[in-house]
């Protein structure tokens, strides 16, 4: 389970959205959220759907990898369903158990919340950390957040941590599971007994896995350090980010899909 959480990893390419400006992705992911959540009906939940499929196509990506990531969160898809189906009333009664009651709109509704995590899932990752390198993604978010320098908020530290965050997740997933593997070596047993159980046998994880992300923070503080890292104020770039032709196209076409999801709502 854990080899399948793909969050926060990178996959380099050369497909159109690798090649987009950093900055642009973050107000396509913006769009492209407020679109999901402004479906409301079968026909814009299958254009969101439709979408994500596009995205994880346009990106070439294998799509082995970008669906291995959905196993992750299948308790959470599968929990969002059965709360759905149990506690939305209806008009429409399909099945009464006294006490317990199932509505055909609390089946619809659980199939859209599906949809609606999947898409989610799906098109933000791939149109932000699968397409972005940690470099790219941080410039791109302190430039967007810039702004708020007026209010004296150290948005390049900002930045700084949120990607710095992304980027070890896959490192702590790969280090969590060389830990299980040598407890299970070991004789630990992770898989029997009761819940409480099963929480106590993570705890010889967990301790070995903080000291481990303690010590990588520390080693990465001292190669900052010895880097002569300042920050952000008067910090050059290697790179300049610069809008293309590309990013406005995609910025167009994000837009009009928001528009067809948001007519579809007043047409049906």
């Known amino acids: 389970m854990l080899k399948d959480i ?9 497909s159109v959205l690798h090649k987009l400006d950093p900055r ?16 409301n009906n079968p026909l814009s ?9 596009v995205l994880m196509l346009i990106s070439k990506i ?28 209806g008009e429409h009664l399909l099945l009464d158990l006294g006490i317990v009651k199932i509505y055909m709109e609390g089946i619809t509704y659980a199939v859209f919340m599906i949809v609606r995590v999947i898409s989610l899932i799906i098109g933000t990752s791939v149109l932000l950390t699968y397409t972005t390198s940690p470099i790219a993604l941080t410039d791109g978010l302190e430039r967007v957040l810039a702004p708020l320098k007026v209010l004296h908020i150290p948005v390049h530290e900002f930045s700084m941590m949120m990607t710095i965050a992304l980027r070890f997740i896959p490192t702590l997933i790969e280090e969590t599971d060389k830990i299980i593997s040598a407890q299970k070596a070991r ?38 350090e010895c880097r002569c890292y300042r920050g952000g104020e008067g910090r050059t770039r290697m790179t300049q980010l610069h809008y293309q032709s590309q990013d406005i ?20």
């Open 249 to 268: 196209v995609m910025l167009i076409v994000m837009l009009s899909f928001m528009a067809v999801v948001i007519a579809l709502n007043f047409i049906f």
């Open 187 to 224: 004789g630990a047993d992770f898989n029997s007994g009761n819940l409480m159980q099963r929480a106590k046998a993570l705890i010889p994880v967990m301790v070995p896995l903080f000291v481990s992300a303690f010590h990588r923070a520390d080693e990465l503080a001292i190669a900052m």
């Open 6 to 14: 793909t969050l926060g990893q990178y996959f380099p390419g050369n």
């Open 24 to 39: 642009m992705k973050i107000f396509l992911i913006i769009i492209y959220i407020v679109t999901i959540f402004a479906a």
């Open 62 to 89: 294998p799509a082995k990898l970008i669906l291995r990531g959905l196993k992750a969160v299948f308790f959470i898809m599968a929990f969002t369903a059965v709360i759905n189906i149990f506690w939305t009333s």
């Open 45 to 53: 939940f299958v254009l969101v759907l439709a979408s994500a499929f």
